[in-house]
């Protein structure tokens, strides 16, 4: 039976920073979009339970974010940050997400489904609270004291971690710096925060930020975030060539903020085909890059080899990694580019959710826009995402990319 602890979501804030950059794109540009998106469980065969058992409960939970504003203080908050449009936050102001867009169901399996479908100015915003919210239905059924024992033991490793790279970053001609990234994955809200409040005190100059913006302000850290695959996806389905999507979706974004949040994400139909389309003009208007799969190494390597041949000092750009990471991963990272290009790193469920239980793996990704499917081809095998294999297959072939991975 469900529990009566509060509601797991307590602020439409507390979310990634990106949702609100790239739903003011939308607004902005393409605000009739309507777009389907659907969950998926990466691991379902190791999981304690399955997770169609939390399905009354989440959706008393989704019956709740549904009924929540903004508040004044959000709303001035989100005035105060210089790329966030004044006519943006007035939108905001009435805005309230709508159930009926979001359908929950379980299988014959006891697998959990979760489909959204609607205006993508609204659907758009729902991912980061749904999966939050599943992840803590499911853990809190696995806390106990032993657990929360073991995360903090953990976490302490981590913030003297923290501090031994404070005490050798000075050896390097750039800082070394960490944000959260977890909120998507975590244990639990109370868990991201203490976690946040326990790096950020032992290392401030290294955890600066956070990707959570209600983190971000209630903790008086900088909201980190940009784009997500969902918006260079959707432009599958808008009114541009699909052999253009990435370079009208590039430039949709320079058009909106003018040379603020200039990291551009490489990974929707992978770094080779990225690369073909970022050209001089990209690779000046964007400050950097982020990694979100395949190899590390292999992938900053080409785009210094990318940066080189553009003669591009590649010194002047960032690169921020951001997948799969832990903190001596980034650290290893940090020091085989320093001397090439500034970077940064954003670590996920192995700071909000490493207690020594095995994490959930979900996701919950854009698979339509305005009726076309959309897909995502990661340069990680497994990580492809989309609902119909024809599309993929043509999209393999207008971007000349191998069928080296299975949806």
């Known amino acids: 039976m469900p529990d009566h602890r509060p509601i797991i979501i307590q602020s439409l804030l507390d979310t990634d920073l990106y949702k609100f950059t790239m739903l003011q794109v939308v607004l902005h540009q393409f605000p009739q979009a309507v777009g389907v998106y659907e969950f998926r469980c990466r691991n379902n065969h190791e999981t304690v339970y399955p997770l169609g058992e939390l399905e009354e409960e989440l959706n008393i939970e989704l019956d709740r ?6 508040t004044q203080d959000e709303l001035l908050y989100l005035r105060s940050l210089r790329f966030i449009k004044s006519d943006f936050v007035d939108y905001l102001e009435l805005f309230q997400l709508k159930r009926r867009f979001i359908h929950v169901s379980t299988d014959e399996q006891q697998r959990l489904n979760i489909r ?47 501090q ?16 959260d990234f977890g909120t998507r994955r975590r244990y ?78 490489t990974d929707v139909v992978g770094m080779d085909a990225f690369l073909r389309d970022f050209d001089l003009y990209f690779a000046k208007l964007f400050d950097g890059l982020r990694h979100d799969s395949g190899d590390p190494y292999l992938w900053g390597d080409k785009a210094y080899a990318h940066y080189q041949k553009l003669k591009i000092n590649s010194n002047t750009k960032m690169l921020t990694f951001s997948d799969g990471l832990d903190l001596p991963r980034a650290w290893d990272l940090y020091v085989y580019f320093n001397n090439r290009f500034k ?31 959309v897909a995502k081809i990661s340069d990680s095998p497994g990580k492809t995402m989309t609902d119909n294999n024809t599309f993929l297959a043509y999209l393999r072939q207008v971007f000349d990319i191998p069928d080296n991975d299975t949806p």
């Open 65 to 70: 974010l549904c009924h929540m504003k903004f």
């Open 116 to 162: 959204i479908e609607g205006p993508i100015i609204q659907a758009m915003f729902f991912e980061i609270f749904v999966l939050s919210i599943v992840n803590e239905l499911y853990f809190r059924r696995l806390e106990t004291m032993a657990v929360l024992a073991e995360g903090e033991k953990r976490l302490q490793h981590k913030a003297q971690l923290l």
């Open 164 to 179: 031994q790279y404070h005490q050798q970053q000075h050896q390097y001609p750039t800082p070394f710096l960490v944000s």
């Open 188 to 265: 639990c809200f109370s868990w991201q925060r203490h976690v946040l409040e326990t790096l950020h005190q032992a290392a401030p100059d290294i955890l600066r930020g956070t990707s959570n913006v209600h983190l971000a302000k209630e903790l008086g850290l900088i909201p980190i975030g940009t784009m997500a695959h969902e918006f260079m996806q959707a432009f599958q389905g808008l009114d541009v060539r699909l052999r253009d999507f990435q370079k009208a979706a590039l430039e949709s974004w320079v058009h909106e903020y003018r040379g603020d949040l200039g990291i551009a994400l």
């Open 343 to 373: 970077t940064s790193f954003g670590i996920g469920t192995n700071l909000t959710n490493d207690m020594g239980l095995t994490p959930l793996n979900i996701v919950l990704k854009l698979v339509e826009c305005n009726g076309q499917s």
